[in-house]
């Protein structure tokens, strides 16, 4: 394949790519962080217990997240095409991610906000904090460095499945490697694939860790 | 001779004994409900006790005794199964949601691990009841930074608490009780976790305050150190039940449960070198010395009794260990000494013990 040719189709994919990413991680995330706070307050005993709808809550989530990414994809269809109007395409295939993502950030915010030491939340209940206030000034503030790593490894792992949605002709960079890479046997299509996939995440990852790393005051800093 | 200077009792204006108290625990108890293979656990037990206005007041007991249920029940992070806790008159239990937030307010806490946000500064951290409370920037800011004068942390507003030593950790969550000027301070093993120079260092800031602010605290510890160092009075709570409670010096001079003892011996300074220890029996064989403690006290904290002692026992009287003391303000020294086992010495030292006021515990006998 021509360079030219090969490049100006790495930037249209790679837009594609961080279309679908974007917008299923920020969706996903509006949806899911409020769920995994829910997740990780709702319990016995806790700031608003509702041990039931917790459960239940827990089974949706866990359902999602054991039901293979593809078969994901094809399940839900005529969910897709009422929301997107279509089944085809970018647009469309940032439904099944979103609907993956959401129990995916659910489940990490839940871990992230249960590692926050019980004796804070006991702290601020001792200063007439109401459970809102728990929630945003003592849980989401201290877990925000683990929030940030959570989020990484959404926008990582939304990166690897966005290439699983050339199934439904979402395109994007994964979809570019297995069309050309693969099925037309172009080896240097794939190396170019690959190689932009590992910089992206790389790129993403060093730039979560470099946030969370910032937030994080946990620690005494040295030099 | 001149009067003895006992300490007034500390705390405000108020007499500590005839004003209304600031706590009251009424026919407390506390009953854990059983989960699954646990058993309902009564945690409290019938308690009565008053936490007198403007004091320091202690609250001391083996780990597991209940200190810390008991102390929760003041501000309703925890809710008693029977009776009732006052606070400043008010019943705690029976107050809304929102009245509870109102009440917690005025009573200040603070922790063993001291619960600092790690994602905020120190200035931060204090301010925090003060934004929980709705404040403006512009009046948090007047209040935080004397605050962190008083605590001697003027110069470390803009530190994150990992950046702190643990004194220094406790001195803000101490500012931060403190924030929305409370009337009530409670502490729940606010000194365990730090050296006993540290300790010191923190006991005596809870004095300043008690003393400048007129603060009653309400401490819960298992070490008599920081009861006698800074208590004016003091409840023993044993499995549950207070075992006995008073002005800690009384309790200290004349302890009544057998919880309260072993509390006292496992004080650094109130039992005798090992050495001795171990050679001494419960019986006098002929030949043998009597070992006695003597406590000094109010009257007899200064007058020359060990030098008249000799003189009217008729024997030698052998100084074994000694200690001078305060507690709860007032002084007080003890005295080991020896003397014969004879019946005709021991007789006559009871009389000048009756005579004089000076309190004696025989420990043992030995040669
Ligand atoms: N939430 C709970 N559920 C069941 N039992 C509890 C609960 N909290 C405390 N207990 C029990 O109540 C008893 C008193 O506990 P508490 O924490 O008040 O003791 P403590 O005197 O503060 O001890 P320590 O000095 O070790 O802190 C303990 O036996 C404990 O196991
Ligand atoms: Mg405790």
């Known amino acids: ?223 | 001779m001149a009067d003895i200077p006992t300490a007034p009792p500390p705390g405000g204006p108020l007499p500590a004994d005839t004003a209304p108290p600031m706590v009251a625990f009424e026919q407390v108890s506390k009953v854990y409900a059983a989960t699954g293979s646990q058993a309902a656990f009564t945690a409290l037990d019938d308690i009565n006790y008053s936490v007198p206005r403007g004091t320091i007041t202690g609250i001391i007991g083996r780990s597991g005794a209940g200190k810390s249920t008991l102390i929760r029940l003041v501000n309703g992070l925890e809710k008693p199964t029977g009776g009732r806790v006052l606070v400043d008159g008010t019943d705690v239990a029976a107050q809304s949601e929102s009245a509870l937030r109102t009440l917690r307010r005025s009573v200040g806490m603070i922790f063993q691990h001291f619960n600092l946000l790690s994602s905020r500064t120190v200035f931060d951290n204090v301010a925090m009841p003060l934004e929980i409370a709705g404040q403006s920037p512009a009046e948090i800011k007047a209040r935080v930074a004397p605050l962190l004068d008083l605590v001697g942390l003027g110069d470390k507003a803009g530190r994150y608490p990992a950046e702190l030593s643990g004194g220094q950790k406790q001195r803000v969550g101490i500012a931060r009780a403190l924030a929305t000027s409370p009337k009530l301070l409670l502490s729940d093993e606010a000194t365990s976790a730090l050296d006993p120079e540290t300790t010191l260092q923190i006991l005596d800031l809870l004095k300043t305050i008690n003393h400048d602010l007129g603060l009653t605290v309400l401490l819960i510890t298992h070490e008599m150190d920081v009861i006698k160092a800074v208590t004016s009075h003091v409840a023993v709570l044993d499995q549950g039940r207070v075992a006995e409670s008073g002005r800690t010096f009384d309790v200290f001079m004349s302890p009544q449960h057998a919880t309260t003892r072993v509390l006292l011996s496992s004080m650094p300074g109130s039992g005798l070198p090992d050495a001795i220890q171990r050679r001494l029996k419960p019986t006098p064989a002929a030949g043998d010395n009597v070992l006695v403690r003597l406590v000094f006290f109010g009257k007899t904290a200064n007058q020359p009794l060990t030098a008249r002692m000799a003189s009217t026992l008729e024997a030698d009287v052998n100084i074994i260990a000694g200690a001078i003391d305060e507690i709860g303000g007032e002084p007080c020294g003890t005295l080991v000494v020896a003397y014969p086992a004879d019946p005709a010495v021991m007789e006559r030292a009871a009389q000048f013990y009756q005579q004089t006021g000076l309190r004696a515990e025989v420990l043992g006998y030995g040669a």
């Open chain 1, 1 to 223: 394949m021509a360079p030219e040719m090969l490049l100006s189709l790495l930037t249209s994919t790679l837009w594609q790519t961080v279309q679908m990413v974007v917008v299923a991680g920020v969706i996903g995330t509006a949806i899911g962080l409020p769920i995994g706070v829910f997740l990780a307050t709702s319990g016995k005993g806790e700031l608003f217990p509702a041990p039931l709808t917790n459960r239940i809550i827990g089974l949706i989530v866990n359902a999602t997240r054991s039901t293979p990414f593809i078969i994901l994809v094809v399940a839900i269809i005529p969910f897709t095409r009422l929301v997107a109007g279509t089944s085809i395409g970018t647009g469309a295939a940032i439904v099944p991610l979103t609907v993956a993502t959401i129990p995916f950030v659910a489940r990490l915010i839940e871990a992230a906000i249960r590692e926050v030491d019980k004796g804070l939340i006991e702290a601020a209940r001792a200063m007439g904090a109401t459970p809102f206030q728990i929630v945003t000034k003592v849980l989401l503030a201290e877990a925000r460095p683990s929030i940030t790593m959570a989020l990484t490894l959404t926008i990582v792992s939304l990166i690897g499945y966005s290439a699983m949605v050339g199934a439904v002709g979402g395109g994007g960079l994964g979809d570019l490697g297995i069309r050309y890479g693969y099925q037309r046997f172009m080896p240097e299509v794939m190396l170019a694939v690959v190689l932009v996939l590992i910089v992206l995440v790389q790129a993403v990852q060093s730039a979560g860790d470099a946030l969370a790393r910032r937030f994080d005051k946990r620690h005494r800093k040295h030099g």
